[in-house]
């Protein structure tokens, strides 16, 4: 290939938006236009003929991800205007022979998915010797979002074929231009261009970036360090929806608004009024940590001003406490984002009862030391540690969607439910 082939992934389920962002994304140097799986799953063949039909110019890659009927789907998707199909490695070797002579009877070509491939090196050597046209090298969704990268197997497929090779598995322009470097054809993004506010600015970014393919090495960043950086991109609401809908701590307010806290968890029980392990708890408490203070009560403070200023002076985050604080004032005036259950003026006696790092129950949620709170004016959320990369990488995702919408909303004067179709996606009764 003369230049690295740019690949915008349609993973959309609207049709009307998924041919307008490929307009724009064509403006920006997008080569080829692929009918996302999504897309193609929500809209059927229909999503392929009027790709084709808008954009005659264009190659229309169609996601399939035939695993059986090689044969029959290949021969759909190119009768509706595919120039390639999809399908995955983790076929059967008579399933990708059936799909190869279906591609050369119809007249288009075939790409192999090695998404999930347990051997993906292996597999591309015996696709190439079945006659496969190009191979996809492909990290899912989902395994983008425990953090697995594709640059890794690229490196190791691309000694191995001499076809074109394609990559995919959230792709920015640094890693775009690394895999082009690395011997990458064809690069597959997706995300980072269709949702963005500015589809066309963030295909010539990428088309730019690949089409100058300098190496660049990769400085990677401790998982700590992405997950915090990850997490101060993205809201409460943000996290809540990549957890499911997931509830928010109850009854716990911050006395400082306009502040947000993200940070590791330095979990505290205690009793009613008695502010001894609170106060301990910030020793033990490193830069970037958030206490998080479960009382049995809240008739007394367990937290002030003086508190406050000794978590200033240690660099920690915050302080969410399930009981009373004191001092509301001076800790306004000092912009420590504190939150709380209760306001009074009374604090009870350090007495020493509790335990510091322990389970507790803070709001009607489990916290565990070295959870991950982030917290700002729509409440306190707690992602377990185990996941903390995940459902971050899930949360950047849903901000990166609501941006794009944001934008048809105010750019193009539509409605909410004119953007995502919501009367055809309604349950029906």
């Known amino acids: ?45 229909n999503a392929i003929r009027e790709l084709k039909k808008t954009y005659r110019d264009r190659k229309i890659v169609a996601d399939m991800k035939t695993i059986d009927t090689g044969a029959v789907e290949v021969e759909m998707a190119a009768k509706s205007g595919a120039d390639i199909v999809i ?7 008579s399933t990708v022979a059936e799909a190869i002579r279906s591609a050369r009877k119809y007249g288009c070509q075939l790409m192999v998915d090695l998404i999930n491939t347990p051997d993906p090196v292996k597999r591309a050597e015996e696709l190439e010797n079945l006659g496969v046209d190009y191979i996809n090298v492909h990290v899912g969704i989902d395994q983008q979002m425990i953090g697995i990268d594709p640059l890794e197997v690229l490196k190791e497929v691309v000694k191995k074929v001499n076809i074109p090779i394609a990559v995919a598995g959230g792709l920015d322009a640094e890693k775009a231009s690394i895999c082009v470097s690395l011997g990458a054809d064809i690069v597959i993004v997706g995300s980072n261009i269709v ?67 993200v940070g ?41 001003e003086l ?53 507790i129950i803070c709001g009607n949620i489990e916290v565990n030391p070295g959870d991950w709170i982030i917290a700002d004016d729509n409440g306190i959320m707690v ?22 919408i944001r934008g048809e909303i105010e750019e193009k004067k539509r409605t909410l439910a004119d953007v995502i179709e919501l009367y055809k996606w309604e349950k029906v009764q």
Not at 20 to 45: F, Q, Y
Not at 87 to 93: F, G, V
Request: aromatic letters at 2%.
């Open 1 to 45: 290939m003369e230049r690295p082939i740019l690949q915008v992934a349609l993973d959309l389920v609207e049709l009307k938006r998924a041919i307008e962002i490929a307009g724009e994304a064509i403006e920006g140097g997008a080569d080829w236009l692929e009918a996302g799986t999504p897309l193609i799953k929500s809209e059927g063949m």
């Open 87 to 93: 399908i995955l490695a983790l076929s059967d070797n």
């Open 195 to 261: 949702k963005s506010r500015n589809v066309t600015d963030a295909a010539r970014k990428i088309r730019e970036a690949i089409d100058s393919a300098k190496k660049v090495e990769i400085k990677r960043k401790s998982l700590e360090e992405e997950i915090r950086e990850i997490l101060l991109k993205v809201s409460t609401p943000n996290v809540s929806d990549a957890m499911h809908r997931a509830k928010a701590m109850e009854g716990i307010k911050p006395l400082v608004r306009g502040k947000k806290v």
């Open 264 to 304: 590791k968890a330095i979990t505290v029980s205690t009793m009613d009024g008695d502010w001894a392990k609170p106060v301990e708890s910030i020793n033990l408490a490193g830069r970037g940590d958030v206490l998080v203070i479960k009382c049995s009560g809240d008739t007394a403070a367990v937290w002030g």
């Open 307 to 359: 508190a406050t200023r000794s978590c200033i002076v240690r660099g920690i985050e915050g302080v969410i406490i399930d009981g009373a604080v004191r001092d509301v004032d001076d800790i306004r005036a000092l912009g420590f984002p504190v939150f709380a259950k209760k306001e009074v003026p009374n604090a009870g006696e350090p007495k020493g009862f509790g335990e510091i790092n322990v389970k």
């Open 383 to 404: 992602i377990p540690k185990q996941r903390a990369y995940e459902i971050a990488r899930r949360a950047l995702e849903v901000k990166k969607a609501e941006d794009r």
